[in-house]
């Protein structure tokens, strides 16, 4: 059992999360009601991930962070350590291959929430802000916590990306998934299937979690 | 500036819109006009939901909008009743009034909020949430809710649309109570003639985002300012003429109706010979009686063929054909009892009389549909 890569999974999934949660919910905001242009080539951009193959994105991101690229250059200049490979990078990718997981669920939950219920709260004299702590949060928890799970379990689990651009560099890039692959080319049967099982169990507690809330949510 | 409410909306696209709409305090006026003449969109322009291109909105001596200020919906006290009521659904019914209170200091708004529910009778319900409410009662939350500013405009958009026909008889009576004790203006937006005449003491009539006519409901029923806004009022009885001659001496003025002439009140803005709509409210055609003479016999006589003669209840509706005009026909709803004493059934010959004062004559709209 990788306890170190475990704990970087576990970091790196966490810090998605928590990056992604104001990200996501701005996206998902604009995307819900603001009359946008265009709105099927952004949601389309967005939604990419989903059906790209790791590899292309990995691929894209590498060469995007790579010291060749202007941002792979001024991270060198400004930290000097590069991008690519690093815990940093890892994390940058990882925001951007969970953009459609965070920003879905909470898309359909802020859409769910009719325009008049908005108007509502302005007519009856909450600034924005409060009727977005009074009246659309509270609407579109469901949906929120519905898509920083999948965030987490689907960071956990992301493998394509993360050694085609982080490698497999112990406590630096070597996430739990690269560790199952790394022990089963060791032959450590034992290992791998360890964490293996104790992915198998995150993620089926992850995904059940999230049809426990949508249950909830509608008999609601 | 007066304390009331008065809104002028005027743009081109994306809808059309050049209405006006004035009410004042303590007054309610209806909106009325069909499905998508845009009512609604006044309403939100009113509450500041929708900026219109040009115009003006003030209301209680302050300016919400004339282009250059634009008040934003919270800066507005509008009370405003939206068609699905747009409860807050994870809030009770208590916390839903309370949240439209904030301008009370914080330990005032239960208080007020209690208050409000009881003004609507829901006293008891206070920690439901909208869920466990029927219709009637969200709408009755809904307007607590609207009421929560101390609103200086109550916007009712089709507030009764969504209730059962008991319930709807009841949320209007206790509208109408509620006016006494609220003495600020009330813009109902309704498509319902009837609930228009009961409630308003003005109608504005809305078609396609055009006020058309503004007046007392009794006026704007008896008196159409066009043929259209008689179309939209569904009245019966709306006809072509052409202006005959003037009388002034009797006070009349004669006009020719499908080969027939008949005689109005005197009305000098029409000239000879000029085409003009006319309507006439069923109570003033007089079915004359076959055992004794009637009242106003004699003006304007005229003979027809029952058509339709169909027992609605306590009154018949009644068509006769009077001349072979293409829409020569007159509706009127009488008594039962009466058609039945007259012998009124399809195909019988009769007379009736179209008193003068009752015709209403209109700058020619077209032909009668």
């Known amino acids: 059992m990788d306890w170190t890569a475990l704990r970087l999974s576990l970091e790196l999934s966490g810090l998605t999360a928590l990056l992604l949660l104001p990200l996501g919910m701005l996206i998902a ?35 995007a962070f790579g010291g060749a690229s202007w941002l792979g250059h001024a991270y060198q200049l400004l930290f000097d350590r590069p991008l690519a490979f690093s815990f940093q990078g890892l994390l940058l990718a990882s925001i951007l291959f969970n953009l459609p997981f965070a920003v879905q669920p909470m898309q359909r939950a802020f859409e769910s929430i009719p325009r008049e219920v908005r108007e509502a709260a302005w007519v009856s004299g909450l600034s924005h802000w409060r009727a977005f702590w009074r009246i659309e949060l509270p609407l579109a928890w469901p949906g929120i916590v519905s898509s920083m799970v999948l965030t987490v379990a689907h960071t956990v689990g992301e493998f394509g990306v993360v050694l085609m651009m982080g490698g497999n560099i112990p406590g630096e890039t070597r996430t739990i998934s690269i560790a199952i692959y790394d022990r089963v080319q060791a032959f450590d049967e034992h290992a791998a299937a360890t964490m293996s ?19 909830r949510n509608k008999r609601a | 500036m007066s304390e009331g409410l008065f809104a002028r909306l005027e743009q081109r696209s994306p809808i059309p819109l050049e209405a006006e709409l004035r009410c004042d305090a303590g007054e309610l006026a209806a909106l009325v006009g069909p499905s998508g003449s845009g009512k609604s969109t006044v309403l939100r ?12 909105v003030r209301c209680g001596g302050s300016m919400w909008f004339d282009g250059a200020i634009d008040l934003p919906p919270q800066q507005r006290r509008c009370g405003f009743v939206f068609q699905s009521y747009a409860l807050f659904p994870h809030l009770s019914a208590l916390k839903n009034v309370m949240l439209a209170a904030g ?98 003491d003005s109608i504005t009539i809305l078609h396609h985002g055009r006020t058309l006519q503004r007046g007392a409901p009794a006026e704007v029923m008896a008196r159409p300012g066009s043929a259209e806004v008689a179309r939209l009022l569904d009245l ?64 304007n006589p005229i003979e027809g063929v029952v058509r339709v003669c169909a027992v ?12 072979d005009q293409p829409g020569g026909a007159l509706a009127m709803n009488i008594a039962t009892h009466h058609a039945r004493r007259n012998r009124l059934a399809p195909g019988e010959k009769v007379t009736v009389s179209l008193l003068a004062e009752g015709i209403h004559l209109m700058p020619w709209g077209g032909a009668p549909r």
């Open chain 2, 45 to 56: 322009c009113i509450a500041g939901l929708y900026r219109p291109r040009a115009g003006e």
């Open chain 2, 103 to 200: 301008h009370l200091p914080s330990q005032q708004r239960e208080a007020r909020g209690r208050e409000l529910l009881d003004l609507v009778n829901l006293c008891g319900l206070e920690g439901r949430r909208p869920a466990q409410l029927s219709g009637g009662q969200q709408q009755r939350v809904a307007l607590a809710r609207a009421l929560a500013r101390d609103p200086q405009v109550l916007l009712l958009d089709e507030p009764f649309a969504a209730v059962d026909r008991v319930t709807r008889r009841k949320l209007q009576r206790e509208l109408a109570l509620m006016r006494e004790r609220v003495r600020i203006p009330i813009v109902l937006v309704t498509h319902d003639l009837d609930e228009a005449r009961m409630l308003a």
């Open chain 1, 197 to 215: 099982a104790l992915l198998l169990v995150f993620s089926l507690v992850a995904i059940a979690v999230v049809y426990v809330i949508s249950d």
């Open chain 1, 29 to 63: 905001r604009e995307l819900a009601w603001r009359p946008l242009r265009g709105r099927a080539w952004f949601e389309a951009l967005v939604a990419l991930p989903l059906v790209l193959p790791p590899t292309v994105l990995g691929y894209y991101l590498l060469s």
């Open chain 2, 312 to 323: 609605l209840g306590e009154t018949t509706s009644v068509v006769i054909e009077v001349c």
């Open chain 2, 236 to 299: 019966g009885n709306l006809f072509e003429a052409k202006i005959l001659e003037h009388l002034p001496e009797r006070n009349r003025t004669t006009l020719e109706w499908g080969g027939l002439v008949l005689e109005a009140m005197h009305a000098p803005a029409f000239a000879v010979g000029e085409r003009a709509s006319w309507v006439i409210a069923p109570e003033y055609v007089i079915l004359h009686r076959r055992d004794r003479p009637s009242r106003g016999e004699r003006e």
